[in-house]
């Protein structure tokens, strides 16, 4: 894969481990907190271990600015599908212009600079 292609992939795959990491333990809030902690730094350590180097391979490519932008965007794809399918939650119309208006910004880091 490319080092366009290569980190949006292992962006989204961490996102997947984060996004358990963070909100999975919700689906069953029985367990201790203490071990819900355990269990959601053990799933962390390997969206680092995709984080890092896809940040590392895309700065080759892509900036800071951008690599932020598609980190984000691809947060927020991976958790309204994590919300929905795992959570049980409806996504609103209200989710939906929010979203809307982060890809709005996210076009223009992409889009490069504007002529004044």
């Given amino acids: 894969m490319t080092p366009y292609v290569l980190p949006i992939f292992m962006l ?4 997947i481990f984060m996004t358990i990491a963070w909100y999975g333990h919700l689906g069953d809030i029985s367990r201790p907190m ?3 902690i355990l269990i959601a ?5 390997f969206e680092y271990c995709l984080a890092v180097p896809a940040n590392r391979i895309g700065h080759s490519v892509y900036s800071t600015a951008e690599l932020k932008t598609m ?14 399918f795992w959570l049980g939650e409806k996504l609103t119309l209200n989710h939906l212009v929010g979203f809307l208006l982060i890809a709005g910004g996210a076009f223009f880091i992409f889009k490069g600079p504007i002529a004044a």
């Avoid at 730094?41 to 350590?45: L, P």
């Fill in 12 to 15: 989204v795959i961490s996102n």
């Fill in 34 to 36: 203490w071990l819900a």
């Fill in 41 to 45: 730094w053990g799933i962390a350590f």
């Fill in 71 to 84: 980190q984000e965007v691809i947060t927020l794809i991976v958790f309204a599908g994590f919300a929905v």
